[in-house]
Structure formats: structure tokens, C-alpha cells
């Protein structure tokens, strides 16, 4: 904290003090006092001790400040610590600081200053590890540790686009359930490959451990810097899931004997791998968002859809191009609060390159295209009309644009418009599904169906 | 252990916050502000291994201080008070030992248990040590005038 006017501006807002030293006896003493800013001459002019204070050593001069807050405790937590040597003036003391250290929560979130602690908690384990000559590591769960390595409720970016690809196919009359289950399994495998496989580049290339403003929806999951796991175990973590994956790619090509499959799942596990992978590094080149789309659009929505059918179709292609975009937006907005970190080690993601204004408005003309790309598929009879029911999420574009325009430079705050992005690719997906099962059920239900429903 | 007086109990029972005085290695004074935990017998304060230089100074040198001298946040008491004692850290297993002070922790912040049900997004936070000061010297001003001398009780003596 840097000893200057704005330091002593601070000082005149807390209504006491507290001197302390250390006595004679080794032991810390400590009194209450009063005082007042003299910022022209640099100093602090302490009065009203109770016990007199030495001027032989270096004292501490510390003001605090909390908001009592009944029945939850308090917040507003600040305060601001002075060391230097006092000089008898006037009855009391005169301290010209040589040295300040203070925290204010308003300034640096809790969070925030949690996360830039995370070496001196890892420093400290070490240490209690030698004295206690045992291992001591922060612990969670199993369960815990697996759902926030994995970050599993992203899952959904995953779920969707297969579900609507499934869908696709049943409504043209092709459905293995077991075959469908095969197919969510095997993408949420690759998925939980990509999700680890991007810590591990990230703790490798510092971009995570340079974030000190992660959020549950960017910054990466953090076990690794939190000492939760460690880079092997996740690095095996990852390598399993894509293993497990990539086999029952395998079983569904070989099983269902279709060569388009196979490209599809090949063209999707070398996006997955070389998103962050050296030598490609997609996101960092300012590609995730291309190689998200991609990845989460059309090869999941088609590659679900061969799974069923084993045949090219273009109506899964278009019905993908919405999802494709929207996920692609989570991505672009979870890169907001990370841009400065991904600056600092070249991870050149567009909020990196771009203006906040540009950002903001890139989003909005995105996101409408989505619902664009549905209104023509569904009019121009790709896609079924119930599909259109997805539009009902169409206000959640605008929340989360004037939220965005609000609250770009404050990571905490945006979390909840970052929530809202999610929610708006799972609700467009989910309706556009539910558009689908609606078609599916009218086909059952009537032997002509009605052009509304169809 | 001589009677805590009345006055120095009900503020140890009441305040919110206290500042922690600890020597550094530098043998300056360093403060902290925390929540005191008064069990009638010792102040329990803990501390999460991400604030842990306050723990690593107590390892040193077992000498502190703590004052409760707010009085916003002691419910307005006027009076103040400084106890001297000897610290001991508590950590047999930083994950769970220091929650046996989690029923006083919890009658001054309630929000602890919402805190604690996120224990997955703060885990190094919850990764805690007990800092357990016996009280050795107590000084106390009862009307809270911080001009005036205070009363004292050595523990193992009489008040002065």
C-alpha cells in the first residue's frame, strides 16, 4: 500500500485507533487511541492514549471498520495498518509511516483476496506437512473434487446439441435408445476430456495461475492451483476420459459401419484436443469460439444423428448452427473477466482483442442471429415450425446484453448475467427439443398432420 | 487463572471483531482483525491457511495481544479492553479440528453455515487452524475513555 495522500484520505473515515508495540517483556501491548491526519506534513497525530507509548521502536498504528449485520454477521470489512516511530508532539505522538498494509474488501473482493493467498496456503502446508511428517492437503470429497475437477454441470453443453441430434433422427424414424445412451456417454467423456485437458495446458502456460478473479464460470475449476489434484492426476484424468470416450466412438463407428461417423468423431476429438493443445492452441490464436461452435454444434448434433441413422441429412447441420452459436457465446463471455490474465501469457481470446463495446455489441448481433438462423430454418420448412417455440428465450438476449454493458470490468457482479448465458443456450436447446418432440408425438397422434405441428 | 472481570467477559462475549497483535520475525508488532471465540476460559480465534502469516509469527513466538476497543462491533459498549496471553496453535488436522468452535463461531456469524454448505468453491478457506490464547494480563477501561489508564488484572495477581 503506497504512502500517499489518497492513504491518508482513507484514514480520516475510520472513527478510532489501535497502538501496539512490542513491550519490554516480549509481549505485545496494545491501546485504544484517538487521532487525527495531517497529510500535508505526512503524518498521523495519535492522542488519547491510555498507556504511554515508546518512541524508542517502531509502532503499529492499525484502524478497522466492519458492518455489523444482524442475524448474518458482518460485512464491510476494512482496515488499514500504519508501522513506523512515533515522536512526542503537543501531548501526543506524531507518526510518519514508513510502511502501510490494509485490506478493504470493497476494493479487492474476498474472493479475489483468497485467490491471490493461494501461495501462501500452499506455502504453509508444506510447512505443517514437514512438522506434522505426514502429508497435509486441503481435502473434498471424492464426489466433490470429481464434480468440480470435471466441472460436470457444463455437461449440459453437451447433452443438449446430442438430445436434439437424437431427436432429429427419431423423428425420421430412426431410434435405439441404448445407441443413445452410448452416444451421451461417449460425448460426456470427451467433454470431461476437453474440460481437464484445458486446466492442465492452463496451469502449464500460467493463464490460471495469473486469474485472480476466477469465477464457477471461468478461471478454470482451480483444483490444481488449490492444491486439490495434482497436474499428473489430472493430466490421467483427462487422458482417461478421452480414452473412454474415443472407444465407444470407436464401438458406434465400427458397429454402425459408417464412414461419415467416423469422420465426424475425428474431426471432434482433434477440436477437443487442439483447443488448448500445443502446437495449435485454438484459444489462444482468438479460435475457441470457431472451435466451440464447431465442436458443440454441428459435430454433436450430426454425430448424434449418424449414431442413429448412419446417413448425411441437412437438417441436423442447420438445426445445430443456433446451439453452435449460443454455446460459442459461453465461451466469449466466460473470456471477459479472464482477459486480462489471458493477456498476460498471449492467450489471445477476442476480449483480449477487442474493445468492451465491440464485445457487447458482437454478442447481441450473435445471439439474434440464432434466433435468425431458427425463425428462417423453421419458415423455410428445414426445421419442424414447433421449433419456433425456442424464440420464448429470445429476452434473455437483451438481459444479458444491457448486463453485460453494465458489469464488463467486474468479474463478481457479471457472474450472474455468465449464469444467465448458460441458461440461454440450455433453454434454446431444450426448446428447440421440446419443438422436435412435439413434431414426433403429432406423427403418432395423426394420421395428417397439421402444418403447425409438423 | 484469577476471575475474568465482569466487563472484560461480556465484551469477549459480545464483539464481533477484535485485533490480534502478533510479533513478526522482524519483532514488530503485526495486527489482524478476527473474530474473538470466548469459551470462559481461553479466546479461540481461527484462521484460514490462505491468512496463515499470523500463524507462522504464533509458531515463532507465542506472545499476543488482543484488543476489543469497537465499539460498533460490540453492540455499542463503551467499554474497551487488552489481553495479554500466550497463543497455541491448534492444527492436528486443518480440515476439521478447528470445528469445535464452530457452535461459537456460529452464535456471531450466522452466515458461516451458508459459507460452510460452499465448502467446494472455498476450499482452502476451510482449511483452518485454532489459535487458543490463555489470557495472562488484562487491562480495561470500563467507561471506554482511551485518555485514561486503564484498570489491570494480572492473572496471577490482584488488580492494580
Redesign the interface.
Same mark, same amino acid.
Given at each position: 500500500m503506497k504512502i500517499d495522500g489518497n492513504l491518508f484520505e482513507k484514514l480520516t473515515a475510520y472513527?478510532?485507533a489501535?497502538l501496539?508495540?512490542?513491550g519490554d517483556?516480549?509481549?505485545?501491548?496494545?491501546?485504544?487511541?484517538?487521532f487525527q491526519v495531517d497529510p500535508m506534513r505526512g503524518e498521523v497525530l495519535v492522542?488519547?492514549?491510555?498507556?504511554p507509548a515508546p518512541s524508542d521502536r517502531?509502532?503499529?498504528f492499525?484502524v478497522?471498520?466492519?458492518?455489523?449485520?444482524p442475524?448474518?454477521?458482518?460485512d464491510q470489512?476494512r482496515?488499514i495498518?500504519l508501522?513506523g516511530r512515533l515522536q512526542a508532539r503537543d501531548g501526543g505522538y506524531a507518526l510518519a509511516p514508513r510502511r502501510a498494509w490494509g485490506w478493504d474488501e470493497k476494493e479487492m473482493p474476498f474472493f479475489e483476496y483468497?485467490e491471490r493467498?493461494?501461495d501462501?496456503?500452499r506455502r504453509?502446508?508444506r510447512?505443517?506437512s514437514a512438522e506434522q511428517d505426514r502429508q497435509?492437503k486441503?481435502?473434498?470429497s471424492r464426489f466433490?473434487t470429481f464434480?468440480?475437477a470435471t466441472r460436470l454441470p457444463f455437461l449440459t453443453a453437451t447433452i443438449v446439441p446430442i438430445l436434439l441430434g437424437i431427436a432429429i433422427a427419431a423423428k425420421n424414424d430412426h431410434f435405439s435408445w441404448w445407441l443413445a445412451v452410448l452416444t451421451l456417454i461417449g460425448g460426456a467423456a470427451i467433454h470431461i476430456g476437453l474440460n481437464v485437458a484445458n486446466d492442465v495446458f492452463d496451469a502449464i502456460s500460467g493463464a490460471d495461475e495469473a486469474n485472480v478473479n476466477p469465477t464457477?464460470f471461468s478461471g478454470g475449476s482451480r483444483v490444481i492451483q488449490?492444491?486439490?489434484m495434482t497436474l499428473r492426476q489430472m493430466g490421467a484424468l483427462s487422458l482417461g476420459a478421452y480414452a473412454v470416450g474415443i472407444a465407444i466412438g470407436l464401438f458406434l463407428v465400427i458397429y454402425r459401419g459408417s464412414l461419415p461417423l467416423l469422420i465426424v468423431g475425428i474431426i471432434g476429438v482433434l477440436l477437443s484436443v487442439f483447443y488448448t493443445a500445443p502446437p495449435l492452441k485454438l484459444v489462444h490464436r482468438g479460435l475457441g469460439e470457431i472451435t466451440t461452435a464447431l465442436g458443440f454444434g454441428p459435430v454433436m448434433v450430426v454425430g448424434a444423428y449418424l449414431v442413429q441413422t448412419k446417413e448425411w441429412s441437412a437438417e441436423p447441420f442447420v438445426a445445430s448452427i443456433p446451439v453452435a452459436i449460443l454455446i460459442a457465446l459461453i465461451l466469449y463471455v466466460n473470456e471477459i473477466p479472464d482477459r486480462n490474465s489471458d493477456a498476460l501469457v498471449g492467450k489471445r481470446t477476442l476480449p483480449v482483442r477487442w474493445s468492451a463495446d465491440l464485445v457487447t455489441k458482437a454478442f447481441l448481433v450473435s445471439a439474434l442471429g440464432a434466433f435468425a438462423a431458427i425463425a428462417v430454418a423453421a419458415i423455410i420448412d428445414v426445421i419442424p415450425l414447433p421449433t419456433l417455440l425456442a424464440l420464448l428465450a429470445l429476452p434473455l438476449v437483451f438481459e444479458i446484453y444491457r448486463g453485460l454493458r453494465r458489469w464488463y470490468s467486474s468479474p463478481y457482479d457479471l457472474m450472474g448475467i455468465m449464469g444467465k448465458n448458460v441458461q440461454l443456450h440450455a433453454m434454446t436447446g431444450l426448446l428447440l427439443l421440446l419443438g422436435y418432440v412435439v413434431t414426433i408425438v403429432a406423427s403418432h397422434a395423426f394420421d395428417s398432420v397439421p402444418r403447425i405441428l409438423s | 487463572m484469577g476471575a475474568i472481570p465482569p466487563v472484560v467477559d461480556d465484551l469477549l462475549t459480545r464483539a464481533?471483531?477484535c485485533?490480534l497483535?502478533?510479533?513478526n520475525a522482524k519483532?514488530?508488532?503485526?495486527?489482524h482483525?478476527l473474530i474473538p471465540l470466548w469459551d470462559g476460559t481461553h479466546v479461540y480465534m481461527t484462521s484460514?491457511? *490462505? @491468512?496463515?502469516?499470523k500463524?507462522?509469527h504464533i509458531k515463532r513466538?507465542k $506472545?499476543? %495481544?488482543?484488543?476489543i476497543?469497537?465499539p460498533?462491533?460490540t453492540?455499542g459498549s463503551k467499554a474497551?479492553c487488552?489481553i495479554?496471553g500466550d497463543a497455541r496453535i491448534i492444527?492436528d488436522d486443518?480440515?476439521e479440528t478447528w470445528e469445535e468452535v464452530l457452535p461459537l463461531w456460529r452464535a456471531?456469524?450466522?452466515?458461516?453455515d451458508s459459507f460452510l454448505g460452499k465448502?467446494?468453491?472455498?476450499? *482452502? @478457506?476451510f482449511?483452518r487452524a485454532l489459535i487458543e490464547v490463555t489470557p495472562? $494480563?488484562i %487491562?480495561w477501561?470500563a467507561d471506554g475513555?482511551?485518555?485514561?489508564?486503564?484498570q489491570t488484572l494480572d492473572l496471577a495477581g490482584a488488580v492494580a
Open positions: 472513527p478510532h489501535i501496539s508495540w512490542v517483556d516480549g509481549y505485545p501491548e496494545q491501546t485504544p487511541a484517538t492522542h488519547a492514549t491510555g498507556l517502531d509502532v503499529n492499525t478497522s471498520h466492519i458492518r455489523p449485520q442475524g448474518i454477521g458482518y470489512r482496515y495498518e508501522w483468497s493467498s493461494n501462501q496456503a504453509y502446508l510447512a505443517l497435509v486441503p481435502r473434498l466433490w464434480l468440480v464457477q488449490r492444491g486439490l | 464481533l471483531v485485533e497483535a502478533v510479533v519483532g514488530e508488532a503485526v495486527v482483525p484460514s491457511v *490462505l @491468512f496463515s502469516k500463524l507462522e513466538d $506472545r499476543v %495481544s488482543l484488543s476497543t469497537d460498533i462491533a453492540g474497551r487488552v495479554q492444527e486443518p480440515h456471531k456469524e450466522p452466515a458461516i465448502r467446494f468453491a472455498l476450499p *482452502l @478457506f482449511e495472562t $494480563r %487491562s477501561w475513555d482511551p485518555s485514561q489508564a486503564p
